[in-house]
């Protein structure tokens, strides 16, 4: 299993926490962290989600992005019934460790939201107006 840094970390711990070369991913309180995914053709961000040590475990071990379905409680396979597989081609962490960027080549039409759509991200907000509204791209 991969462990957090423990809270409270003295400098020298922060210190190799953001400039060394351990892997040692900060997982929240409910055991997960936060995963953007984005396509590696044109770097558009597909997806956001979580993983849990498992899930990053196996996305390392098997090149293939599985996640922590919060909703559902329970690990998943990106594209196990979607089609929608994606093959990891890189994971990057930021600098405390705390979250991760997947960059990916996604399988079956290209998408990745589960309304069909390639990403999740389609809409975007109308700040124009108050209450800001949703615009569809």
């Known amino acids: 299993m991969i462990a957090s840094p423990p809270p409270g970390a003295s400098p020298a711990a922060k210190n190799e926490l953001e400039e060394g070369g351990a892997f040692t991913p900060h997982f929240d309180a409910d055991g997960l962290i936060v995963c953007v995914t984005k396509d590696a053709r044109d770097g558009q961000i597909l997806m956001l989600a979580y993983m849990n040590a498992e899930a990053l475990r196996l996305t390392i071990e098997t090149g293939v992005a599985h996640y922590w379905s919060r909703s559902r409680r329970t690990l998943w396979r990106k594209g196990d019934t979607s089609g929608q597989i994606q093959k990891v081609t890189e994971i990057r962490t930021d600098c405390d460790q705390d979250a991760l960027l997947v960059t990916v080549e996604p399988g ?25 509204k949703l615009v569809f791209d």
Do not use: E, N, V
């Not at 990403?119 to 975007?124: D, G, V």
């Not at 907000?125 to 209450?131: A, E, L, M, N, S």
């Open 108 to 132: 079956g039409d290209g998408g990745a939201c589960h309304t069909g759509r390639r990403s999740c991200f389609y809409r975007k907000i109308d700040t124009g107006d108050f209450p800001a």
